[in-house]
């Protein structure tokens, strides 16, 4: 029998383990000198050392962007139709209305003309998600938030180590959320990251992540005694953090390795009856997080995969299905005619290019 190829595998190694173990031995095992350390060493890597704050989760980053944006009960926000719930269920928290907006064919990020169509007086910002690792069209995004007034909001939970135009991910726009879930490239178990443009917004990231407390005040003896906004328990830990900078310290192996599987893909696909997703986009930069085709008789091809023991599955899906969403469906073409086609393909740590050139033979074999 074939060896089983998992659709996504933790990336844990043992310097990450160590490290682990060093900070357990510690006073810090809760939110402590190593987040502020792994906050500095991951704005200087992929943020342009913007000021930047970690977090228990994307989500929780997600979540604090739109409060730090200003987005309040009713405002409405533009946002991806196409997204893992994160993106947008946090809208639902504050009691703003996600209006979305749908997919480019090509790539499966958000289309901005679409998003120029649908901005109103209501709109407060515009959301946009990096799918699979393939940066959005930004410059065509930028314009039409300027031309509204609005900020932009990257959600940036696939594109770690991602470029567009020579800038990367993460110092663009106002906000950029990063991701350290389980299967992304960097893992600290769980955990996010948000970076921001407006450093003064750091001290209100860093309250509204602490119960509305002001932690350095009040370890330092100078907190007035009172809590005048209301937060969450969104702060990251040390234990996650020293993962995070042992992930760091082996990021260039980690993302020569990432790439050169979607590469792989990308080569051995082009003679195939699929479409490869991003193929085209030679200003952007990959970031290798998801290899994606759009498959005629995807359930065929999904099947076929599954019997020679190769994982596949859509892993997302269009938010506008979710009742929770009803609010926010509508007409939306582009995505409708991809919605049966989409398959993400194995890709993480643990494979080499032999498991890809496999999943790439039985492609090609035929369905």
């Not at 740590?349 to 039985?362: G, H, I, Q, T, Y």
Request: with cysteine; aromatic share 8%; proline share 3%.
């Amino acid at each position: 029998m074939d060896k089983q190829i998992v659709l996504f595998h933790p990336y844990v190694t043992d310097r990450m383990r160590e490290r682990v173990a060093e900070t357990l031995k510690t006073r810090w095992i809760g939110q402590g000198p190593a987040v502020d350390k792994f906050e500095k060493e991951f704005s200087r890597m992929f943020c342009n050392n913007l000021t930047t704050a970690a977090v228990g989760a994307g989500t929780d980053a997600l979540h604090l962007a739109y409060l730090l944006a200003g987005v309040q009960a009713g405002d409405e926000v533009i946002c991806p139709l196409f997204t893992c719930t994160a993106t947008n269920i946090p809208l639902l928290y504050i009691g703003a209305k996600p209006v979305f907006a749908d997919v480019q064919p090509g790539t499966l990020n958000i289309d901005p003309e679409h998003v120029r169509a649908l901005i109103t007086d209501k709109t407060k910002a515009i959301v946009c998600v990096h799918y699979g690792g393939l940066p959005c069209d930004m410059d065509s995004l930028r314009k039409v938030a300027d031309d509204a007034g609005v900020p932009i909001i990257e959600d940036a939970a696939h594109a770690i180590g991602a470029s567009y135009r020579g800038r990367s991910i993460g110092s663009i726009s106002e906000f950029t959320m990063f991701s350290f879930q389980a299967i992304k490239s960097i893992t600290t178990c769980d955990g996010g990251m948000l970076a921001m443009k407006n450093s003064w917004l750091l001290p209100k990231a860093q309250r509204l992540r602490w119960f509305g407390i002001d932690r350095v005040a009040k370890q330092s003896s100078h907190w007035n005694n009172d809590i005048t906004e209301v937060g969450f328990k969104y702060q990251m830990h040390d234990v996650s953090a020293s993962m995070g900078l042992a992930a760091l310290e082996e990021w260039a192996e980690t993302w020569k390795h990432r790439r050169s599987l979607f590469d792989s893909y990308k080569s051995g696909l082009s003679s195939a009856d699929v479409t490869f997703i991003g193929k085209d986009e030679s200003d952007r930069v990959h970031a290798s997080w998801l290899c994606t085709i759009l498959a005629d008789d995807r359930t065929g091809l999904q099947r076929k995969l599954a019997e020679r023991s190769i994982e596949a599955s859509q892993v997302h899906y269009r938010n506008d299905r979710y009742d929770i969403f009803k609010d926010s469906r509508g007409s939306f073409p582009n995505m409708t005619s991809i919605e049966d086609k989409y398959l993400v393909l194995p890709l993480h740590m643990l494979m080499n290019v032999a498991d890809v050139e496999r999943v790439v033979s039985v492609i090609k074999e035929g369905w």
